[in-house]
């Protein structure tokens, strides 16, 4: 009698090392897409911040409007918190200008290093995720693989000790198997092309990260800002409140 092959005719066929494979791919499938769904909603937030903050930080007349206006603007608050860095270090260093600690260290350095510090943590959190979407992408294939073969063997195994085997009684627990592989790359494939959308999206957004953070350096040491390719005096941009 010809068996159902449905889903559950395979996990009624199995045991429980192929149940378990299954379990695994049906959450790191769930997790996978969570957080698809949970970065392109941060991404959307990202590219809206990257467009209106800096524009409000630059359009305000004082720092200190400068700062709530981008604070306002900011929904992802990642260009505020750049903004609010590169202030705080500029104060900082002129309150420590006369003391020995800082005496030997100049405003570009001391605000570089602040800058540094806050794009890296920046870049820690808009990359996070990634790691686990790489490793699904990597590993489900495998996983799924590993289910058709370990599949396949139960399927001989249960058919051992038969004079005559006929190909229904084969065909049937081999075609099971092979949908864990099927099942694998149903996984890997959407978290390898998340993972590498993500990727491209997160290089633009900390571009433009990387050049605001440049402009306040130049704004905070020089008293001028280049932005666009133009040096622009302090008069046409916030000063110091």
Do not use: C
């Not at 570089?112 to 959190?125: E, H, N, P």
């Not at 993500?198 to 704004?219: C, Q």
Request: charged letters at 15%; hydrophobic letters at 50%; a positive charge.
């Amino acid at each position: 009698m010809q068996q159902p092959f449905t889903p559950l005719a395979f996990w009624s066929h199995g045991d429980a090392i192929t149940q378990s494979i299954a379990i695994i791919l049906l959450l790191l499938s769930v997790a996978s897409w969570y957080l698809i769904v949970v970065k392109t909603v941060a991404q959307i937030r990202l590219r809206t911040a990257a467009e209106k903050s800096v524009d409000a930080f630059w359009n305000a007349q004082t720092v200190g409007q400068a700062l709530d206006a981008s604070r306002a603007a900011d929904s992802s608050g990642l260009f505020a918190a750049i903004a609010a860095t590169a202030t705080q270090a500029a104060q900082i260093h002129v309150q420590r200008a006369t003391k020995s600690v800082g005496a030997g260290v100049s405003a570009s350095e001391f605000i570089t290093r602040a800058l540094r510090q806050r794009l890296t943590r920046s870049k820690a959190r808009i990359d996070r995720g990634l790691v686990f979407l790489a490793s699904v992408g990597a590993t489900a294939p495998f996983i799924g693989l590993l289910g058709t073969v370990w599949g396949i063997y139960h399927a001989l195994i249960g058919l051992t000790g038969q004079t005559q085997v006929v190909l229904d009684k084969v065909a049937g627990p081999v075609g099971e198997a092979l949908v864990m592989t099927a099942a694998g790359l149903f996984v890997a494939i959407p978290a390898v092309l998340a993972y590498n959308a993500f990727s491209r999206a997160n290089g633009l957004i900390l571009a433009e990260m990387d050049g605001f953070a440049h402009d306040l350096h130049a704004y905070f040491t020089t008293g001028e800002t280049v932005r666009m390719g133009q040096v622009t005096q302090v008069a046409a941009k916030p000063a110091t409140a």
